[in-house]
């Protein structure tokens, strides 16, 4: 029987290794503040509310159910991962843990921590896109409404002129025409961004 010695792993395998890592943390970084996001602006838009509820609950509870935080081995991990890696430090070092707690738990509760303050960024983030599409569709929709008003005003002003005020009255809702034409053009644009 042969013994093979095994091949020392390359710093380039290492490197391809926390990529797909790196990769597969954010991913289920930006599922959880997709899902949290998704379900919260439908709830918010069917009520009709100011969308003030707080998220933090609903965040907690899913880092909490994360692979990335229940595991210890990948919970070791959120510490590379992580843009708030060090965020744990904001409760002490153990947090609510005491010196006689596992390591483990310590482990798992710092990831907790950090990723959960990733999943916070990415879904502000989420949110205000979210709100600014909305802001723009409200005005492109008043930028819409007040060419379609103009308009309207404009032809019932063409309809009202005597014979004397035909040539002003054309004139008149050619502009009009014009000013809607710009500011449809205008409100689509905002549809758009």
Do not use: C
Request: no cysteine; hydrophobic share 50%.
């Amino acid at each position: 029987m042969t013994t093979t010695t095994p091949t020392r792993i390359t710093d380039e395998q290492e490197q391809d290794a926390m990529r797909v890592l790196r990769s597969s943390y954010w991913e289920s970084v930006r599922d959880i503040a997709q899902d949290i996001a998704t379900d919260h602006l439908a709830e918010a838009y069917a009520n009709d509310d100011d969308r003030t509820d707080d998220l933090s609950e609903r965040i907690a509870e899913s880092v909490d159910n994360s692979q990335w935080v229940i595991y210890t081995w990948r919970a070791l991990l959120v510490r590379s991962l992580s843009n708030h890696a060090d965020a744990y430090e904001e409760y002490g070092m153990f947090g609510n843990h005491t010196e006689r707690d596992n390591l483990d738990s310590i482990i798992t509760h710092a990831a907790d921590i950090a990723m959960y303050n990733d999943v916070r960024e990415v879904l502000d983030s989420i949110l205000s896109a979210a709100d600014a599409a909305a802001n723009a569709a409200a005005a492109a929709d008043a930028a819409a409404n007040a060419a379609a008003a103009a308009w309207a005003a404009a032809y019932d002003a063409f309809r009202a002129a005597s014979d004397d005020d035909a040539a002003a009255a054309h004139v008149a809702l050619d502009a009009a025409r014009s000013a809607y034409d710009a500011a449809a053009r205008a409100a689509l644009a905002l549809a758009a961004k």
